[in-house]
């Protein structure tokens, strides 16, 4: 199967990769095009722009940053629109918000193409592993014929029917996700400031009922003050934003996930965006303030 692959950043260079070691023909592209060179060491080809992209492939996967992004990349010069039509499919797996999702949807369906969104939990290394959990919503027919490309990506896909919904389940998990970080980064500044000792609060929490895999992974490093991205705080913050707009347009009041937003947009406004989204760590330890009382 030939399917095109729009953004190498840190998840869809993992995924493109993916997709070429379980034998798939990939065309590549990313705004900055030296970073395709990597995959066509792997043996993907190269298409100059998403429209050569799309020209190309019956199938075409994007994984880009943000809703402008996401829009950019379909709409403007040399876009997905430009070749998308009749037999071909595009799937965004971008985190976006619904609203964005669907104008994709409108512009695809208009010129004769099928749309999916499907982003996706989980981040780099479960990208690299094919253990993403994706969140498929819009045309069923097209989700259906890409559902052997999702069983290479991930180890679960959910179809979640009318086109939004995926946009809206992935900002609830990533809503709460960023909230729970928040929460640890609380913790652990508490334990520290208090006298305990932060690892041993994570060892106490690894063995209790809030176990989980993220306090896990990250809770190590945020106490090494380390903080390689897997997933940018620039990112977590844009998924906290649309998720809170979500909860304006539904009248949710969502006043833990507000707080935790500002933290997020603290950091961004120290530089920290960039760095994983644990980051938030020093903001909050910063917050919290320096000394015993
Ligand atoms: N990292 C993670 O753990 C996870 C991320 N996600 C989501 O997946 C998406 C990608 O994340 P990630 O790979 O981490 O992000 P990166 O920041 O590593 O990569 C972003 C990609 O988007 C491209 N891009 C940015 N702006 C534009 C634009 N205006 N036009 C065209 N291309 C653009 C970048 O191109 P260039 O190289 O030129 O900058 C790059 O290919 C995001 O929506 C994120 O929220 C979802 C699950 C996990
Ligand atoms: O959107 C990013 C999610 C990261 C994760 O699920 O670990």
């Not at 629109?81 to 799937?91: M, R, V």
């Given at each position: 199967m030939e399917?095109?692959?729009?953004?190498l950043?840190?998840?869809?260079?993992?995924?493109?990769?993916?997709?070429?070691?379980?034998?798939?023909?990939?065309?590549?592209?990313?705004?900055?095009?030296?970073?395709?060179?990597e995959?066509?060491?792997?043996?993907?080809?190269?298409g100059?722009t998403?429209?050569?992209?799309?020209?190309?492939?019956?199938?075409?996967?994007?994984?880009?940053?943000?809703?402008?992004?996401?829009?950019?990349?379909?709409?403007?010069?040399?876009g997905?629109?430009?070749?998308?039509?009749d037999g071909?499919?595009?799937?965004?797996m971008?985190?976006?918000?619904?609203?964005?999702?669907?104008?994709?949807?409108?512009?695809?369906?208009?010129?004769?193409?099928?749309f999916?969104?499907a982003?996706?939990?989980?981040?780099k290394?479960?990208?690299?592993?094919?253990?993403?959990?994706?969140?498929?919503?819009?045309?069923?027919?097209?989700y259906?014929?890409?559902?052997?490309?999702?069983?290479?990506?991930?180890?679960?896909?959910?179809?979640?029917g009318?086109?939004?919904?995926g946009a809206?389940?992935k900002?609830?998990?990533?809503?709460?996700?960023?909230?729970?970080?928040?929460?640890?980064?609380?913790?652990?500044?508490?334990?520290?400031?208090?006298?305990?000792?932060?690892?041993?609060?994570?060892?106490?929490?690894?063995l209790?009922?809030?176990?989980?895999?993220m306090?896990?992974?990250?809770?190590?490093?945020?106490?090494?003050?380390?903080?390689?991205?897997?997933?940018?705080?620039k990112?977590?913050?844009k998924d906290?934003?649309?998720?809170?707009?979500?909860?304006d347009?539904?009248?949710?009041?969502?006043?833990?996930?507000?707080?935790?937003?500002e933290?997020?947009?603290?950091?961004?406004?120290?530089?920290?965006?960039?760095l994983?989204?644990?980051?938030v760590?020093e903001v909050?330890?910063?917050?919290?303030?320096?000394?015993?009382?």
């Amino acid at each position: 199967m030939e399917v095109g692959f729009l953004g190498l950043g840190i998840m869809g260079k993992a995924m493109a990769t993916n997709l070429l070691r379980h034998g798939y023909r990939v065309t590549v592209w990313n705004r900055t095009l030296a970073k395709c060179q990597e995959l066509v060491a792997l043996g993907a080809t190269v298409g100059e722009t998403p429209a050569a992209v799309v020209a190309k492939c019956r199938y075409t996967i994007a994984m880009l940053s943000d809703p402008g992004a996401a829009l950019s990349v379909v709409f403007d010069k040399d876009g997905v629109l430009e070749q998308i039509g009749d037999g071909k499919g595009y799937i965004d797996m971008s985190t976006v918000d619904a609203a964005t999702s669907s104008k994709i949807d409108e512009a695809v369906k208009q010129k004769g193409g099928a749309f999916v969104e499907a982003p996706v939990s989980g981040s780099k290394k479960p990208a690299e592993d094919g253990q993403l959990v994706i969140l498929a919503a819009g045309d069923k027919t097209l989700y259906d014929e890409m559902v052997p490309a999702f069983d290479v990506l991930g180890k679960k896909s959910f179809f979640l029917g009318e086109i939004g919904n995926g946009a809206k389940m992935k900002l609830v998990v990533n809503m709460i996700m960023g909230s729970m970080m928040n929460s640890l980064s609380e913790g652990l500044s508490l334990a520290d400031k208090s006298g305990l000792s932060p690892q041993t609060l994570l060892d106490v929490l690894d063995l209790g009922a809030i176990a989980n895999p993220m306090f896990k992974l990250k809770g190590p490093a945020m106490l090494q003050g380390s903080y390689n991205p897997a997933f940018p705080l620039k990112h977590q913050q844009k998924d906290m934003r649309l998720a809170l707009a979500l909860g304006d347009e539904n009248a949710v009041s969502m006043p833990v996930s507000a707080a935790a937003n500002e933290a997020f947009k603290k950091a961004r406004s120290l530089g920290l965006g960039d760095l994983d989204f644990s980051a938030v760590y020093e903001v909050v330890k910063d917050a919290s303030g320096s000394g015993q009382a």
